[in-house]
Nanobody, 125 residues
Protein backbone atom coordinates (compact mmCIF):
# COMPACT_ATOMS: atom_id res chain seq x y z
CA UNK A 1 0.00 0.00 0.00
CA UNK A 2 1.36 3.36 -1.04
CA UNK A 3 1.52 5.75 1.89
CA UNK A 4 3.07 8.98 3.10
CA UNK A 5 3.03 9.20 6.89
CA UNK A 6 3.76 12.54 8.52
CA UNK A 7 5.06 13.40 11.96
CA UNK A 8 6.44 16.40 13.82
CA UNK A 9 3.64 18.93 13.99
CA UNK A 10 2.62 20.74 17.17
CA UNK A 11 2.35 24.00 19.05
CA UNK A 12 5.27 26.43 18.98
CA UNK A 13 5.77 30.03 20.05
CA UNK A 14 6.44 32.76 17.49
CA UNK A 15 10.08 32.72 16.50
CA UNK A 16 10.41 29.02 17.24
CA UNK A 17 11.25 26.07 15.02
CA UNK A 18 9.72 22.76 14.00
CA UNK A 19 10.71 19.96 11.67
CA UNK A 20 8.10 17.95 9.82
CA UNK A 21 8.91 14.46 8.54
CA UNK A 22 7.14 12.43 5.89
CA UNK A 23 8.05 8.76 5.48
CA UNK A 24 7.09 6.98 2.27
CA UNK A 25 6.14 3.30 2.21
CA UNK A 26 5.07 1.03 -0.61
CA UNK A 27 7.10 3.00 -3.14
CA UNK A 28 10.52 4.63 -3.49
CA UNK A 29 10.66 8.39 -3.63
CA UNK A 30 13.77 8.19 -5.82
CA UNK A 31 13.66 11.06 -8.30
CA UNK A 32 9.98 11.80 -7.70
CA UNK A 33 9.00 15.42 -7.39
CA UNK A 34 8.15 16.14 -3.76
CA UNK A 35 6.45 18.97 -1.98
CA UNK A 36 4.95 20.44 1.14
CA UNK A 37 1.62 22.23 1.11
CA UNK A 38 -0.47 23.87 3.81
CA UNK A 39 -4.09 24.74 4.37
CA UNK A 40 -5.31 27.30 6.87
CA UNK A 41 -8.96 27.41 8.01
CA UNK A 42 -11.17 28.85 5.30
CA UNK A 43 -8.38 28.94 2.75
CA UNK A 44 -7.32 26.78 -0.17
CA UNK A 45 -4.37 24.42 0.04
CA UNK A 46 -1.25 26.23 -1.10
CA UNK A 47 2.25 25.18 -2.07
CA UNK A 48 4.93 25.91 0.51
CA UNK A 49 7.95 24.30 -1.12
CA UNK A 50 8.53 21.76 -3.88
CA UNK A 51 11.48 20.03 -5.50
CA UNK A 52 11.20 18.81 -9.07
CA UNK A 53 12.61 15.55 -10.43
CA UNK A 54 15.41 17.67 -11.90
CA UNK A 55 16.32 18.90 -8.41
CA UNK A 56 15.02 22.44 -8.72
CA UNK A 57 13.49 23.73 -5.50
CA UNK A 58 10.92 26.48 -5.16
CA UNK A 59 9.58 28.25 -2.09
CA UNK A 60 6.55 30.41 -1.52
CA UNK A 61 7.54 34.04 -0.98
CA UNK A 62 6.07 33.94 2.51
CA UNK A 63 8.48 31.20 3.68
CA UNK A 64 11.60 31.76 1.62
CA UNK A 65 14.64 32.08 3.85
CA UNK A 66 12.84 30.49 6.81
CA UNK A 67 11.79 27.02 5.56
CA UNK A 68 13.94 24.30 3.99
CA UNK A 69 12.75 21.20 2.15
CA UNK A 70 14.99 18.15 1.99
CA UNK A 71 14.98 14.46 1.11
CA UNK A 72 16.82 11.52 2.67
CA UNK A 73 16.85 8.81 0.03
CA UNK A 74 18.27 6.19 2.39
CA UNK A 75 15.33 6.69 4.75
CA UNK A 76 12.81 7.32 1.95
CA UNK A 77 11.73 10.39 3.87
CA UNK A 78 10.97 14.02 3.13
CA UNK A 79 11.53 16.83 5.62
CA UNK A 80 10.44 20.43 6.09
CA UNK A 81 12.58 22.45 8.47
CA UNK A 82 10.66 25.52 9.65
CA UNK A 83 12.45 28.35 11.45
CA UNK A 84 11.41 31.79 12.71
CA UNK A 85 7.81 30.67 12.71
CA UNK A 86 5.04 33.28 12.61
CA UNK A 87 1.38 33.08 13.66
CA UNK A 88 0.42 33.26 9.98
CA UNK A 89 2.25 29.95 9.43
CA UNK A 90 -0.49 28.22 11.42
CA UNK A 91 -2.09 25.58 9.19
CA UNK A 92 -2.38 21.88 8.48
CA UNK A 93 0.71 20.86 6.55
CA UNK A 94 0.68 18.08 3.95
CA UNK A 95 3.57 16.33 2.23
CA UNK A 96 3.13 15.14 -1.33
CA UNK A 97 4.88 13.18 -4.06
CA UNK A 98 4.28 12.88 -7.78
CA UNK A 99 3.74 9.49 -9.41
CA UNK A 100 5.95 10.03 -12.42
CA UNK A 101 8.85 12.27 -13.33
CA UNK A 102 8.06 15.95 -13.01
CA UNK A 103 11.02 17.86 -14.39
CA UNK A 104 9.42 21.20 -13.65
CA UNK A 105 6.90 21.88 -10.91
CA UNK A 106 4.61 24.82 -10.33
CA UNK A 107 4.13 23.50 -6.80
CA UNK A 108 0.36 23.23 -7.17
CA UNK A 109 -1.97 20.57 -5.82
CA UNK A 110 -2.96 19.10 -9.18
CA UNK A 111 0.61 18.00 -9.97
CA UNK A 112 0.88 15.60 -7.00
CA UNK A 113 -0.60 12.13 -6.63
CA UNK A 114 0.31 10.88 -3.16
CA UNK A 115 -0.51 12.80 0.00
CA UNK A 116 0.27 12.57 3.69
CA UNK A 117 -2.46 12.64 6.29
CA UNK A 118 -1.72 16.21 7.38
CA UNK A 119 0.02 17.65 10.44
CA UNK A 120 -1.31 20.56 12.48
CA UNK A 121 1.20 23.34 13.08
CA UNK A 122 0.06 26.07 15.46
CA UNK A 123 2.20 29.14 16.09
CA UNK A 124 0.95 31.02 19.13
CA UNK A 125 2.15 32.56 22.36
Amino acid sequence: QLQLVESGGGLVQPGGSLRLSCAASGFTLGASAIGWFRQAPGKEREGVSCTSSAGTTTYADSVRGRFTISRDSAKNTIYLEMNTLKPEDTAVYYCAAAKGLLLFTLCVVREYDYWGQGSQVTVSS
